[in-house]
């Protein structure tokens, strides 16, 4: 990890001696502290700067700097790090875009308080030529407005009328300029029918909403991109010097690796040892190991369990099997066509009913009156019948939502997700990691009791395994201490065995695996054996619960797994699941196939065999422990184990949506009050001036009252 | 009256003073993170044994993390 290629990746590009690392476990004020004093005691790092709010730490170092001796500290200090690399780093990514929204806010903030103070005695009655000073002042202040904060609209607009989708900002801009242009021309013409106070000030709401939206959103996607499928890592290459250690990305067809235990795969490639135990349940959702014998194909994104072993290069990156789902995932989500929600519906129909209102209008009332009041009328309601609710109630009422979800665990990258996850219908779970934890327990054994010296000798015989089945047995046995083993030795794909006593002791799997659902292995003494013990991937606390709970809100609940058909067949009867919708032996294609069945289906799971399913599904959700692939095709991720977040996210999504319906509602009957005046010719300016302001502080109550 | 044609210009002058403050500041970094500054200021600068705070915070964080 400390190679001059492996720091140079992580390097930050336009400062040599910095890198951001992502550290998880910051919870208050003293680990701010804990890690910027580590430079008093670290002479190789000279400055750590932490960023709170985006788990984030700046640390400037001197050029005998080890990331993995950084990362050790931090572990020491209770706190798990990973360095991130120029992409990975959204903060920095974000930063300049930011600081410009912020700076546009600002100016449009102090502009609209401005000409607040200097509209205020042309409303308390000034007239003359101070108050043509003064409306001459405005316009000025209003200058900034138009050609710098309102930047962001103008490009908004000027898409949505490329692509031929129209979105808020084209009403946006429309209001702003014509109020502008009405303002000015009136202000010229010496009349009173001036708005640039209504209009600043409506423009400063929405740019200061939107920044909030943004901010939320980015928080959630810095959080969400932390793990990689397959990570940045060193291999060891063996080549006829000996062996060299390479960076993952740099590895090529044909190279020899030698993979570690616990490593994750890098490439695809045959096995050239013997035999190898291999965890592939983040590929296709098993949830027992893989045992591999010479010359059989081992996948990248897979985990090497116990022993470490040599294979060869065959296919890297985009070709592996793992980076074809990443690719057929990249073109999916560009052919899905894009949700239009309830609130731009509105939004387009809005548009359409006031401008042809306000052409009628003009015409009506030109041929009735004269076409003079009529210009003034008909300006006066698209000012006044600006989608208020529509341009900062809805991405308020996201915004709020979004925070809230994430007080919950819950990150959601886009606010459309609430109203998609109100259409649900069914909901697919996926079975490994998502239903049940993803470790082995022990479900019963035979005999029924088991003494304690037989459970020694087994922990003694498992002691360094990192196979799943030895955690099971720690985790059931956690207080008795584990026997001393002499001639230990591990079997890949047969089990563990050893002396004790001057006895043969070994622990093997058993075939009758298969029969009832769960994994068998017995326990032997020379050639006699002394028990069965039966394992199964245990169901997280709260599964039962929230199925139950889900199956009375009228869902249809289902599974997909790539697991075999009887252990899957055993959770849905633990967890009363109709058998019509218990889908096993999935690969990710046909995950996908089955997904494109069902309408509006929500599909919840973690491994990257769900990655295709989870771009397709109307809802797709990622669990806490998933791989980044999961992440990124995923629009919602839990953070908290368990299903209990699927409820709550339920549970936000309708409160929100009833918000959202209320603000519309309320601001529909604003703006056809407000408009039905301005065609009458009740609306001017001081008119304006109270209605507007008012009905955008009601729909900011209402949102906040909502959401509390 | 006279006196507005004073006062207006200054109020503008200041109002500006104002803008541009907060628009060197916002380039300058000042606002790219607000949350770990309002927390700092909970830390004590001078005089702190570094070894005793260490642990608890340490044992602190594990707690909450576990």
Redesign the interface.
């Known amino acids: 990890m400390d190679t001059e290629e492996f720091k140079s990746f992580y390097r930050n590009p336009n400062k040599e001696s910095e890198y951001t690392f992502y550290v998880?476990?910051?919870?208050?004020?003293?680990?701010?502290?804990?890690l910027e004093?580590i430079p008093?005691?670290r002479p190789d790092i000279t400055t750590v700067e932490?960023?709170?709010?985006?788990s984030i730490v700046k640390v400037n170092v001197t050029a005998d700097f080890k990331i993995s001796q950084f990362l050790e500290l931090l572990e020491e200090?209770?706190?798990k790090g990973a360095p991130l690399s120029e992409n990975e780093n959204l903060a920095d990514k974000y930063?300049a875009e930011?600081?410009t929204s912020?700076?546009r806010i600002?100016?449009a903030g102090?502009c609209t308080?401005?000409i607040m103070?200097f509209v205020v005695p042309v409303y308390g009655g000034l007239t003359g030529s101070?108050a043509t000073a003064f409306n001459w002042?405005s316009f000025v202040l209003f200058l900034p407005i138009l050609f710098y904060s309102a930047i962001p609209f103008y490009t908004g607009a000027w898409n949505s009328l490329r692509y031929r989708v129209i979105n808020v900002d084209l009403p946006i801009v429309i209001a702003l300029w014509t109020g502008f242009i009405f303002s000015t021309v009136n202000l010229v013409l010496d009349k009173t029918e001036i708005y640039y106070d209504s209009t600043a000030s409506f423009l400063f709401l929405i740019l200061s909403t939107r920044f909030l939206v943004k901010r939320i959103q980015q928080k959630t996607l810095s959080d969400s991109s932390l793990m990689s499928f397959i990570p940045v890592q060193n291999v060891e290459v063996k080549t006829e010097h000996g062996t060299v250690s390479k960076l993952s990305l740099h590895i090529k067809v044909g190279d020899t690796l030698v993979i570690q235990p616990n490593q994750i795969i890098p490439a695809d490639g045959v096995l050239l040892s013997v035999s190898a135990d291999v965890d592939i349940s983040l590929l296709n959702g098993e949830s027992l190991p893989n045992t591999l014998g010479i010359g059989m194909n081992v996948h990248a994104g897979t985990r090497c369990l116990n022993k470490s072993f040599l294979m060869k290069v065959e296919k890297v990156s985009s070709d592996t099997e793992i980076g074809k789902i990443v690719s057929t995932l990249e073109n999916d989500s560009l052919k899905k066509t894009p949700f239009v929600t309830f609130s731009e519906n509105i939004a387009q129909w809005l548009i359409a009913i006031v401008f042809s209102l306000s052409v009628i209008a003009f015409f009506v009332i030109g041929a009735f009156i004269n076409y003079d009041e009529a210009l003034n009328r008909a300006l006066a309601l698209i000012v006044i019948a600006c989608p208020c609710a529509l341009a900062f109630g809805t991405p308020l009422t996201y915004a709020l939502s979004l925070r809230k979800a994430r007080d919950l665990g819950i990150l959601i990258k886009n606010g459309n997700v609430f109203e998609k996850v109100i259409q649900i219908k069914t909901i697919f779970f996926d079975k490994t990691g998502t239903l049940t934890s993803g470790h082995l327990s022990i479900v019963s054994n035979f005999p029924h009791t088991i003494e304690d010296e037989w459970k020694a000798i087994i922990l003694g015989l498992e002691h360094r395994s990192t196979h799943p089945l030895a955690f099971a047995f720690r985790n059931a046995w956690s207080n008795i201490v584990p026997a001393k083993i002499t001639n230990q030795e591990e079997i890949i794909g047969k089990g563990v065995s050893g002396q004790f006593n001057n006895s043969h002791y070994s622990v093997e799997s058993s075939q009758s695996r298969g029969e009832s659902g769960y994994m068998c292995v017995k326990l032997k003494k020379d050639d006699a054996t002394l028990a069965y013990f039966y394992f199964a991937d245990e169901l997280h606390p709260d599964t039962k619960n929230v199925i139950k709970n889900l199956a009375n809100k009228n869902y249809e609940i289902g599974i997909i797994s790539g697991d075999k058909y009887n252990i899957v067949e055993k959770i849905a009867d633990d967890v009363k699941i109709n058998k019509d919708l218990v889908f096993a032996e999935c690969t990710p294609q046909k995950k996908l196939d089955i997904i494109k069945d069902f309408p509006f289906v929500c599909m919840i799971g973690d491994g990257a065999n769900d990655s295709l399913a989870l771009n397709q599904a109307h809802v797709g959700i990622s669990v806490k422990g998933s791989v980044s692939l999961s992440h990124n095709s995923s629009e919602v991720c839990f953070t908290r184990p368990g299903l209990q977040s699927l409820v709550d996210l339920i549970k936000i999504s309708r409160r929100s949506q009833q918000i959202l319906k209320t603000n519309l509602a309320f601001a529909l009957l604003y703006n056809f009050l407000g408009g039905s005046l301005a065609l009458l010719g009740f609306v001017n300016p001081l008119v304006a001036a109270i209605l507007m302001p008012i009905s955008s502080l009601l729909i900011i109550l209402n949102t906040y009252r909502g959401l509390k | 009256m006279n006196i507005i044609l004073f006062m207006i210009p200054l109020a503008l002058i200041f109002a500006g003073g104002f803008v541009a403050a907060f628009l060197w500041a916002s380039s300058r970094g000042q606002f790219d993170d607000l949350e770990t500054p309002a927390l700092r200021i909970l830390i004590e600068d001078k005089n702190f044994d570094l070894n005793t705070k260490n642990d608890e915070s340490n044992e602190g964080s594990k707690r909450g993390v576990t």
């Open positions: 998880e476990g910051l919870q208050c004020a003293s680990c701010i502290h804990l004093k008093e005691f932490v960023n709170f709010g985006l200090l209770g706190y930063k930011n600081r912020l700076k600002a100016v102090a308080g401005n103070l101070y002042i």
